[in-house]
């Protein structure tokens, strides 16, 4: 008897879970357990509308307070799940409180990573969550110089994002080419340019040594000896997934929540979101995946399973799709690419920077760039679904 | 069911497109179209998939 389902994560992931429950007539029960005090809201405008002061923070949040009449959930904000008794079916709560559940789906997402070693200080700041966003906005308000350490799409849209309010910022990445893994060198090197063009200081191949400032930053020193004066320093080096309150209950974690094709981490629980590892094809064997299209699939997967039961179950095969604005350039990336895949550029130039670009491995068709060319995605999109091999690809190209 | 995109947040994900080619196009003027206003009842599953994957949150379903 399915009576009761529990969420823990009141994020994305988490919401879709419970909307998708609803809309496929569950009528139990339902808990929705989010460690912070704001009901679910949307990442992907922090660090660009709600930094560049375009919106105000409460436009993120997904539905209005009213919005959530007709999902009937029992939402705990702002209590962390502190651990889970699976024997049991049962999550305990930071306040002392349990939620009781016949299926579980897991979304605690992910937090960012910090500088090893360097203590906190007035100034030294990060962009995950909304309470970031504002607190971000408010200290580049004054027109500090910024500091971004980390040229991943978070820390580059932070970066666009500062110097669309005219701030001087200094981005410092470690690898010499940032998102070479992902996107592959040349376009990594075309996105540095990108942002150099837009006088943003990029230096790479450098990391971060120190923070300096006392009880307010001053700047950072870097590994070639250089130093970088700066009123606000950002770091956006990754995320790690939230998933200590899991130890010790007896769930496969390994970078992540470690679960089958079907989102299933243990009998009748599930997991969905930048926190699960599921199998997925194009990623290797059992990726995380942070992006957003990502937690939005595997949510409506998890739910839609835990309702189906094991032997109903279906596997998970998404095309992974992310997208990233920077300036007035829109990066759209769908597949999985490999930093030794062939990339051919199938429409449009570097010069124009607007483009589709192709990766290739073996005969078959992994990955495809779009740069401000929108319409192509969808076709490709199409033939990456279909595991679609290269020639089939290239005269899907010749045929448009 | 009526399907209403509010084209001012369109973004041109595409994603809708891919939730349900028989609702949703892109046009060769870049913008998106709605073909079917109000699509039968069998279309329900892949409209519902649309609406929960469009990153903007540009369409809605008004029953």
């Given amino acids: 008897m399915l009576r009761r ?28 357990i989010g460690d912070e005090p704001h009901r679910p809201y949307d990442r992907p405008p922090l660090s660009k509308q709600v930094l560049q002061g375009s919106w105000e923070p409460e436009q993120t949040f997904f539905r209005k307070k009213e919005g959530y009449d007709a999902l009937a959930l029992d939402m705990r904000l702002g209590v962390p799940a502190v651990s889970v008794d699976l ?4 999550v305990a709560l930071a306040d002392g409180t349990f939620a009781d559940y016949d299926r579980l789906i897991i979304a605690t997402g992910a937090r960012v ?30 027109a500090p110089r910024v500091a971004v350490v980390g040229a991943g799409f978070i820390g580059l849209e932070v970066a666009a994002s500062c110097r669309a309010r005219g701030l001087p910022v200094t981005v410092i990445e470690s690898l010499p ?21 837009h006088g943003v200081d990029l230096r790479t191949g450098v990391v971060v040594t120190n923070v300096l400032g006392e009880s307010r ?69 059992s990726a995380r995946i942070e992006h957003w299209t990502n937690a939005v699939e595997q949510a ?7 309702l189906a039961g094991p032997e109903a179950s279906s596997s998970f095969s998404s095309v992974p799709y992310f997208w990233s604005d920077q300036y007035d350039r829109r990066i759209q990336f769908i597949g999985g690419a490999r930093p030794y895949d062939e990339i051919v550029i199938v429409d449009g130039s570097l010069a124009d920077r607007r483009l589709t670009a192709l990766y290739r491995r073996g005969n078959r068709l992994v990955a495809c760039l779009a740069l401000n060319q929108p319409r192509a995605l969808i076709k490709y999109r199409k033939l990456l679904a279909a595991d679609a091999s290269w020639d089939a690809a290239l005269s899907e190209t010749a045929a448009s | 069911m009526k399907v209403v995109v509010d084209l001012s947040i369109c973004d041109l994900h595409g994603l809708c497109v891919e939730a349900a080619p028989e609702v949703f ?10 073909l079917m206003e109000t699509p ?19 369409i809605s379903i008004e029953e």
């Fill in chain 2, 40 to 58: 039968p009842d069998g279309l329900r599953a892949a409209v519902d998939k649309a609406v929960r994957e469009c990153p903007t949150g540009a």
């Fill in chain 1, 113 to 142: 990573r910090t500088l090893s070693a360097i203590a906190p200080r007035a100034g030294l700041l990060a962009l995950r969550g909304l309470d970031d966003a504002i607190m971000l906005r408010r200290t580049i308000m004054d």
């Fill in chain 1, 5 to 32: 389902i529990a969420i823990v994560g009141a994020s994305l992931a988490g919401l879709r879970a419970a909307e998708t429950l609803r809309e496929r007539g569950f009528d139990g029960a339902l808990t929705l």
């Fill in chain 1, 87 to 90: 024997r049991a079916r049962r």
């Fill in chain 2, 25 to 34: 196009q892109i046009g060769d003027d870049g913008a998106l179209h709605v």
């Fill in chain 1, 300 to 306: 409506v997967h998890a739910a839609e399973n835990a």
């Fill in chain 1, 177 to 197: 080419v940032p998102l070479a893994p992902i996107l592959g060198p040349t376009f990594g090197d075309m996105v540095a340019a990108v942002h150099r063009d």
């Fill in chain 1, 217 to 285: 930053v001053a700047g950072v020193a870097l590994s070639d000896g250089s130093r970088i004066d700066a009123d606000v320093v950002v770091v956006g080096i990754g995320v790690t997934p939230n998933t200590e309150w899991l130890e010790g209950s007896g769930l496969t974690i390994d970078n992540g929540i470690v679960c089958a094709g079907s989102g299933e981490a243990a009998p009748d629980v599930y997991a969905a979101g930048d926190v699960a590892r599921v199998a997925n094809r194009w990623l290797g064997d």
